[in-house]
């Protein structure tokens, strides 16, 4: 029970351990002013109460999505654990291509699969089998049902935001389901978002981009590029010694919540355990022009560096070169 003496939706039993210590996000009803000064400072917030997505929270129950995502396949990936991480596969080594990539082999599966069969998967999910994770972009071949709801969020809201920061456009409309515990490990995307959360909980703790040098992420030119090299569950302290440094913030968002998640802010995000299915829709959209003024912002340092190292790929061609040659021009140098 919490202070007043109501169920709480959820239990710490229900979160994954991690030995580190998070601040709490603010959570600001959706009419306060004080959010448009998070967003001014790409700092995230919880927009609560909104009608951003109110006929989604009103009508998509698992069974309305399963009459009405449509008949078509829906993209899925299939992971032997709870954790989901991102990999770009163009960037994955092969002898055709013959780009001079890193050994690489997925660890998620991508797959079609229509929404009965991933009900079904999911209803009938037993420990050890592979979870599954559906991902489907709204703005194409979804049913009329779908698209009815969808065009009935609150568009002037969002828009608004939109134009008052400046953002470029919105670039899609993603609906997420997950499974109960599923995991998307720490990553940051080059896009502000707007993590609308329709059913379940989902725990979201993000870092700041200046915690760059606390989260390792791995070479620009890897497949899971804009992911955390360490495994939160079993972080290795040995190779990632400043990782224990990292000071993160967290808010676990039920229906109707939306965080904010600012550009190149990492995200690590899971299903609470035994919370049930989740389903969350996002907005994303291109960041802002980004006009260099002084003292530069530290996402604009993470830009820089990615530009430094393709650069560098670009001309060295052997990924194996890059390191030694950054290594030769800091040390003893700039360090
Ligand atoms: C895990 C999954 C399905 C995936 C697999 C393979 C390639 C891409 C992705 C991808 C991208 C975004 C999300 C939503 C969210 C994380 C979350 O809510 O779990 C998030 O990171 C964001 O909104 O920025 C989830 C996924
Ligand atoms: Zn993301």
Redesign the pocket.
């Known amino acids: 029970m919490d202070g007043e003496g109501n169920k709480k939706p959820w239990d710490a039993s229900q979160l994954r351990k991690y030995d580190l210590t998070f601040d709490e996000i603010p959570r600001l009803h959706y009419k306060d002013p004080k959010i448009d000064e998070y967003i001014r400072a790409n700092k995230p917030v919880v927009i609560i109460e909104s009608n951003i997505i109110k006929p989604a929270l009103q009508r998509w129950t698992l069974e309305y999505l399963e009459k009405n995502l449509g008949q078509t396949g829906h ?1 899925c ?1 299939v992971s032997k654990n709870h954790q ?4 770009d596969d163009k960037k994955i080594y092969d002898k055709t291509n013959n780009t001079k990539g890193v050994e690489f082999t997925p660890p ?1 599966k ?1 797959v079609e699969m229509r929404i009965e069969d991933f009900m079904k998967r999911v209803k009938e999910w037993k420990k050890g089998d592979d979870r599954i ?3 489907q972009s709204l703005t194409t071949s979804v049913g009329n049902n779908i698209v009815e709801d969808f065009v009935k969020f609150d568009w002037d809201y969002v828009n608004g935001k939109q134009a008052k920061h400046n953002w470029g456009p919105l670039t899609s409309n ?1 609906l ?1 389901i ?1 499974m109960e515990g ?3 490990p720490c ?1 940051y ?1 080059e ?1 502000e ?1 707007f ?1 609308a959360q329709v059913q379940g909980y ?1 725990r ?1 703790i993000l870092f700041p981009p200046s915690q760059f040098e606390c989260l390792y992420p791995y070479p620009v030119h890897h497949p899971h590029d804009r992911q955390s090299m360490v495994d939160f569950e079993h972080p290795d302290n040995a190779k990632f010694p400043k990782f224990k440094d990292a000071k993160g913030c967290e808010a676990i968002v039920g229906p109707g919540d939306v965080l904010y ?1 600012p550009i190149y802010w990492w ?1 690590h ?3 609470l355990m035994r919370g049930g299915p ?1 389903t ?1 829709v ?1 907005f ?1 959209y291109k960041g802002g022009p980004s006009t260099l003024e002084y003292p530069l912002k530290d996402h604009q340092k993470v830009a820089i560096s990615r530009n430094v190292e393709k650069m560098l790929l670009e001309v060295l061609q052997d990924p194996k070169e890059v390191g030694p040659l950054l290594s030769a021009m800091v040390l003893g140098r700039y360090t």
């Open positions: 993209t990936f989901f991480k991102y990999y998620t991508k994770y559906l991902q993603l997420f997950a599923n995991q998307t990553h995307d896009q978002n993590f989902k979201c998640i995200h995000i899971e299903s989740t969350t996002n994303w």
